[in-house]
């Protein structure tokens, strides 16, 4: 079975920095562009950064550019999310899945990020 299993998030006071990781089980995603996305309470979930499947194109939501970095280790089947200088609007729920909605599998828990002021 499919699985995605999002990891790094936690507590961190406005400025700070987190790492987030995403791995995958039962499938490889190696050929599938992936993206992070986060949902804050009371809000659509949105899609923060993607990466292609060789990680040489990434994209990022104006309001993070220059403070999160996508990557990813296709060998590991893992994507992470590098946050810095975060806000407290970071705060939310973080995801990652494919990028295309016909690859997606069901999400998974997801990892809380909470950013304090």
């Known amino acids: 079975q499919v699985q995605l299993v999002e990891s790094g998030g936690g507590l961190v006071q406005a400025g700070g920095s987190l790492r987030l990781s995403c791995a995958a089980s039962?499938?490889?995603?190696?050929?599938?562009?992936m993206g992070w996305f986060r949902q804050a309470p009371g809000k659509e979930r949105e899609s923060v950064a993607t990466i292609s499947w060789s990680g040489g194109t990434t994209s990022y939501v104006d309001s993070v550019k220059g403070r999160f970095t996508i990557s990813r280790d296709n060998a590991k089947n893992t994507v992470y999310l590098q946050m810095n200088s975060l806000k407290p609007e970071d705060t939310a729920v973080y995801y990652c899945n494919a990028v295309n909605r016909r690859y997606r599998t069901p999400w998974g828990q997801g990892t809380q990020v909470t950013v304090s002021s």
């Open positions: 039962g499938r490889t995603f190696s050929s599938y562009d």
